[in-house]
């Protein structure tokens, strides 16, 4: 009778031992796929962030080739002529 007992006892806390595991893997899920979309949400940030930086590169070299083309300095281009301001 004991020994009968003792399983029924051993097998109740087996049982709640995997109510437990299981509940903890289906919050793990739940976690990882909340990380998962946020990865992708910051990984799409990122592939825009890298499209606006190749176009501002691309425009930055086509002024660069333009100046060069029409013998100007870029820096020259980049800043007021002072002159004209302090004449003003």
């Given amino acids: 009778m004991d020994l009968t007992i003792a399983a029924f006892g051993f097998s109740a806390l ?9 509940v903890l893997f289906m919050r793990l899920r739940g ?8 990865l992708a949400e910051q990984s799409g ?23 060069q083309a029409r013998g100007q300095d870029v820096g020259e281009m ?3 002529p002072v002159e004209a301001a302090l004449e003003a």
């Fill in 45 to 67: 940030s990122k592939e825009r962030a890298d499209m606006l930086m190749a176009v501002a590169q691309a425009v930055n070299e086509g002024r660069a080739g333009n100046a």
């Fill in 14 to 22: 087996l049982l709640v031992a995997l109510v437990v595991v299981l």
């Fill in 31 to 38: 976690h990882t796929r909340e990380v998962e979309q946020a």
């Fill in 78 to 80: 980049a800043e007021p």
